[in-house]
């Protein structure tokens, strides 16, 4: 599934994202792109 993210201004952002993603059980896995303002 990919989603837009809005709202990050960085990278870092894209990482805290991730991060948060990975602490819900139900997600396998994940992957944020601050470039292209998505998220898989």
């Given at each position: ?23 819900i ?16």
């Open positions: 599934m990919i989603f837009r993210v809005k709202g990050m201004t960085c990278d870092h952002c894209a990482r805290t994202v991730e991060r948060t993603l990975g602490q059980r139900e997600v396998a896995s994940s992957r944020v792109s601050y470039s292209e303002g998505t998220g898989e």
